[in-house]
């Protein structure tokens, strides 16, 4: 019998502006864009597992995180690469964790959080 346990899975994130979102993805995020077509639909690789992006008229809707990304020891690292690309980072203070540089940190584990141009909350861990 198949189990969904056994599957990989992927992200979708919804966009307003299919162009923009691929500058942003594709250049300031610097992923790998596998596919373009399917209405618009952008696939990306990432790690093992994939990221679609698709227009949407219900992009930014989302007041949750949208995608998560396990970085292991690169996230400062990241962080610093993306700032230079513009990003800003957001700050939860209500978390009672330490912040600093954008990145908020608790008994040695990692955590950032940014929004790419839809509003969509993108995550970052030290997993």
Known sequence: MAHLKDKLSSA???VSDIERARKFYSETLGLELMEDGMGGVLVYKTGSTH???YPSD???TNRANAVVFDCGGDVEAIVADLRAKGVTFEH???MGVDFKDGIHS????KMVWFKDPDGN???LNSA
């Open 51 to 53: 990221l679609l992006v």
């Open 92 to 94: 939860y203070p209500d």
């Open 58 to 60: 219900f992009a930014g």
């Open 12 to 14: 979708m994130v919804a």
């Open 106 to 109: 608790s008994d040695g584990f």
């Open 121 to 123: 909350i993108l995550h």
